[in-house]
């Protein structure tokens, strides 16, 4: 009797494997030697390489293959290291040379004033650092595609945020393109005297004669009404005074006059005058108007010639009237 051979028949088993299972068990069934190679693996790989094995429980091993990875990324990267410290090293003397030159020659210009050759040397010492920077990465080998596109985005974002920031820094650009004054002008801000004792890209700074630094943004500033001064040429100052109706105007015209005589902080052409600018109830108004060599001496001038009107009138015994009513009955 013949046995008929039976057919074993074995069931398909063969599964689809998840690729990222099948790659971490290859990862566990290797040694850190195989898993990490310094010509083929590159540094952001080799540290989630890392991270699986730290996962795994293996330490060591993690730490071993991190530590080679990063000791031949190193020797990678030592020559483009060395090229990049020597491009900054050349790029820096030639900043320097130029930064110093250009400094002297705006220094020496009179059609800048200090507050634009501030902004200019700023401008250039940014763009000079910025230029730097993007040179070194290139010798570094860094791709600047990304950064760029990162750093525009990032630009929008800021724009937004600082809005008003970047509004005054161009209304300084503005101010001190402009020059409608500069540092050292005398002006008067919002009915305010004050001297500009220093103008920013974000902010001017004004000194009154109460020796306070008025600080106001340049937007604010750009937008203000500012009397200036000291750059229309010679300045007249209008010191006002009363005197009574019994009283000439000729004689106390020559009366204040007199004080202006020899005084070193008066121009003499034009020469002074007193004249009539009113007729008031009990009263006639007179002004005395002077020319003054320095604008910075405005206020001090008219406080001394207010006060020494006052003195010259009572001497020479014209009477200064106040508001009074005069009643008559018959």
């Given amino acids: 009797m013949q046995v008929a051979p039976q057919e074993t028949q074995v069931a398909d088993t063969t599964q689809v494997a998840d690729p990222a299972s099948t790659a971490s068990d290859s990862l566990a069934l290797l040694s850190p030697s195989d898993t990490v190679s310094s010509e083929t693996v590159t540094l952001p790989q080799a540290f989630l390489d890392a991270g699986t094995l730290v996962y795994q429980g293996r330490f060591s091993d993690a730490w071993s293959a991190v530590s080679i990875d990063i000791a031949s990324g ?31 020659i705006i220094k020496r210009s009179n059609a800048i004033q200090s507050g634009l050759q501030t902004l200019v040397m700023q401008s250039f010492r940014l763009l000079s650092f910025f230029l730097i920077a993007i040179t070194i990465m290139q010798t570094l080998g860094i791709n600047l595609a990304g950064l760029i596109a990162g750093i525009g985005v990032a630009g929008i974002a800021f724009g937004f945020a600082a809005r008003d920031t970047v509004e005054n820094i161009l209304s300084g650009v503005s101010i001190l393109t402009d020059k409608a004054f500069r540092i050292g002008d005398t002006l008067i801000v919002s009915g305010t005297y004050c001297v500009v004792e220093n103008i920013t890209l974000r902010t001017t700074r004004l000194r009154t004669p109460k020796n306070e630094v008025l600080v106001i943004p340049n937007q604010q500033m750009a937008n203000e009404r500012i009397l200036n001064h000291t750059i229309g040429g010679d300045l007249r100052i209008e010191i006002p005074f009363s005197i009574a109706y019994k009283e000439h105007p000729q004689k106390a015209r020559e009366v204040v006059l007199e004080l202006t005589k020899d005084d070193p902080r008066l121009l003499t052409n034009p020469t002074p005058r007193v004249i009539v600018v009113a007729l008031n109830d009990s009263s006639v108004d007179l002004s005395l108007w002077v020319y003054v060599a320095d604008p910075k001496e405005e206020r001090q001038i008219i406080y001394y010639y207010t006060e020494a009107i006052k003195d010259a009138l009572d001497k020479a015994g014209i009477e200064i009237p106040f508001p009074h009513i005069h009643l008559v009955q018959d």
């Fill in 74 to 104: 190193i020797a990678g990267l030592a020559p483009k290291i060395v090229a990049a410290i020597v491009v900054f090293i050349i790029f820096y003397m030639a900043y320097r040379i130029i930064f110093n030159v250009l400094h002297r």
